[in-house]
């Protein structure tokens, strides 16, 4: 299920129940490495930042660099 969709420059972002995927401009579907969990439901960006939720944790990666991104818990 499809519950978010980002367009940015690196790609189009989709947030489904089972991750956090990237379409690019060739049309390839990769999993983003960034956010390992399932559940995505929310996406968000300020033109450098890509930010991400999921049921337990807000997730920031920057567009263009294959970096792990930074994570905040919900206890």
Do not use: C
Not at 4 to 25: C, N, P, Q
Not at 44 to 54: E, I, L, M, R, Y
Request: glycine share 12%; charged share 20%; aromatic share 8%.
């Amino acid at each position: 299920m499809v519950n978010a969709m980002l367009s940015t420059s690196k790609g189009l972002f989709v947030a489904t129940g089972l991750g956090l995927y990237v379409i690019d401009e060739q049309g390839r579907v990769r999993r983003a490495a960034q956010v390992a969990e399932r559940g995505t439901n929310g996406l968000a960006t300020d033109g450098k930042n890509v930010f991400v939720t999921t049921p337990g944790a807000l997730h920031r990666f920057r567009l263009g660099r294959s970096t792990r991104a930074r994570s905040w818990w919900m206890p």
